[in-house]
């Protein structure tokens, strides 16, 4: 039997699914007697280390975790859960950790994007039975803008790189923690937590660990889920934001089948996008909280999920905020949320005022589930002008000239799937979005989505050198090239398709097997 500490935040759902399906029995913590009784605890953190300390503060789980973890029994924390084992976290200095190893968790510091995303190797350091039957040169998800900085070096258990080498995981007598999230890291995570389980395993040192680790790029399956004429869910597919053929809905499959598919065949990380979310309430209309609880029973990658998060009144006066609809999505297994159409109204409101107000869904958001937790999903499409000083947007000289001849053009936003453009370019769209608490960019393309065309790496470029976050390339791919392309030519984290894997045309595995040996990829 296993013992969860849940004090509320984030995404414990995804551990207790894996943990489920390792045939185990799970309960969860409610009161410190049921901490200080385990025979075996899990303690999975997301987000803000200084909510999540006040948090076990308010439950009173200080003292009962304390006692538990100098019991000698096994203890596994995990991302923030992890952290929390130590003295503080310069994320909130003013909260004290539990202290029971001695350093501080401190931010990245490094000329690469903050957060840390995707999936990255380890460098074992010691002897241990987490790492059993595996190699070594496996790759793990992380999610996370600080690590720990241990001062006993034999706490340490693993290292990894990321602009130098951090903290990945620490073990001391039968305390052990990992900053990447074995819950999310496939069949490699799921071995590590039944190792944690067993408590049986051979203690070595996995023999083909790398002296040094590298992040990979990412490979995103996308669906674009909405209910067809019939009223039935479905993955469908635009052209350039359309999804309707011959009058009707396109219809690629049903959402937990395909994510399912995408996940046994090497997606590292898989999206959901409610496309009518602008006009379907999500807490009203529960079928995607339903399609991302089955989701995450059996798909153990990132799940991403957007569509009408935004704050909203329903007919009977009843207001719901952008928090609420996150953290449902959150208890349903999602570990991050998109937001769209929403991120567009603040960025217009932000930029009239010249301040934030501190209220919105990116801001309340990121404040309570961390930065790495909020992706911005940017449709822009192209406005060519003739020369810069036409518009007061970010423009680029492009090689790819408008239907006049046009050289100049800018990336407007749009609202409501394209529907509706505003005077906001992607540019200032994301640079604003970062400033208030976004942790990653999908940046889609209108005029390629669907054509199978090749990524428009003139946008891409322009957004990814004016954010220090993470960048999500999507749209146009239309076969294996496409990603070895993106990645070529820009530093874009992740490459994002949507068509070409739903009509079974181009496999991940096929993908992953071009770009091997070209960019590093979790194989
Ligand atoms: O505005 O917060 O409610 O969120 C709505 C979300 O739904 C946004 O993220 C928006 O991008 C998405 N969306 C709305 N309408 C559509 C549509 O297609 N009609 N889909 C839509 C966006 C674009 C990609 C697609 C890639 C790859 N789809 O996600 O998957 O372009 O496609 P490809 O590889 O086939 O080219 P809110």
Redesign the pocket.
């Known amino acids: 039997m296993i013992t969860l500490l849940d004090y509320g935040a984030g995404n414990v759902r995804s551990v207790i699914n894996a943990i489920e399906k390792l045939g185990e029995r799970i309960s969860v913590a409610k009161t410190g007697r049921d901490i200080l009784d385990a025979e075996k605890l899990v303690f999975p953190g997301v987000g803000n280390f200084g909510s999540m300390m006040q948090i076990l503060r308010q439950k009173q789980f200080v003292e009962p975790l304390l006692g538990y973890l100098g019991s000698g029994r096994p203890f596994l924390g995990i991302c923030v859960g992890m952290q929390a084992l130590f003295e503080g976290s310069d994320e909130a200095p003013e909260e004290r950790g539990l202290g029971v190893l001695s350093g501080r968790v401190k931010r990245f510091d490094v000329a690469l994007a903050v957060p840390h995303i995707g999936w990255n190797g380890i460098s074992v350091k010691q002897p241990t039975g987490l790492f059993d039957t595996l190699q070594g040169d496996e790759k793990f998800y992380f999610v996370h803008s600080y690590h720990a900085v241990a001062d006993d070096p034999a706490v340490v258990l693993t290292t990894t790189d990321y602009g130098y080498p951090f903290v990945s995981a620490v073990q001391k007598g039968g305390i052990q923690g990992t900053q990447f999230h074995p819950e999310k890291s496939g069949a490699s995570g799921l071995t590590l937590l039944e190792n944690f389980i067993r408590q049986d395993r051979r203690v070595a040192i996995p023999s083909t660990c790398p002296p040094q680790t590298r992040l990979a790029k990412r490979i995103i399956a996308?669906l674009?889920v909405r209910a067809n004429d019939r009223g039935d869910l479905v993955v469908t597919?635009?052209d350039q934001?359309?999804?309707r053929e011959d009058g009707n809905v396109r219809n690629l499959g049903k959402p937990v089948e395909l994510a399912g598919r995408y996940f046994e065949e090497g997606a590292d990380e898989i999206?959901f996008?409610?496309?009518?979310?602008?006009r379907d309430f999500p807490l009203e209309d529960m079928p995607m909280i339903e399609v991302l609880k089955e989701t995450s029973k059996n798909v153990f990658v990132p799940l991403t999920i957007?569509?009408?998060?935004?704050d909203y009144t329903d007919k009977n006066g009843r207001t719901y905020t952008a928090l609420q609809v996150a953290a449902e999505y959150f208890r349903s297994g999602a570990d991050k949320i998109?937001?769209?159409?929403?991120?567009v109204d603040v960025v217009e409101a932000v930029l009239k005022t010249g301040r934030p107000t501190g209220r919105s869904a990116i801001e309340q958001i990121s404040h309570v589930y961390g930065n790495q937790a909020v992706v911005i999903?940017i449709?822009p499409r192209r406005v060519y002008v003739d020369s810069p000083d036409q518009t007061p947007h970010a423009t680029i000289e492009t090689a790819i000239p408008g239907p006049k001849g046009q050289r100049y053009c800018w990336f407007q936003c749009t609202?409501?799937?394209?529907r509706e453009g505003r005077d906001v370019d992607a540019v200032t769209l994301a640079r604003t979005c970062e400033r208030l608490g976004a942790g990653e960019i999908?940046l889609?393309?209108i005029d390629?989505?669907?054509?199978?065309m090749g990524f428009d790496i003139e946008l891409i470029n322009a957004v990814k050198q004016s954010v220090s976050i993470p960048v999500i390339a999507?749209?146009?791919?239309g076969c294996e090239a496409h990603f070895a392309e993106v990645f070529e030519k820009t530093d874009a984290e992740s490459a994002?398709?949507?068509?070409?894997f739903h009509r079974r045309e181009v496999p991940i595995s096929a993908v992953k097997a071009y770009l091997n040996g070209k960019v590093e990829i979790r194989l």
């Not at 609202?415 to 394209?418: F, M, N, Q």
């Open positions: 996308c674009d597919k635009g934001y359309d999804v999206t996008l409610n496309i009518t979310g602008f957007g569509g009408g998060i935004r998109s937001i769209g159409s929403d991120a999903s449709d609202v409501k799937g394209g999908l889609n393309c390629r989505d669907g054509t199978n999507s749209s146009g791919a994002l398709a949507a068509g070409i």
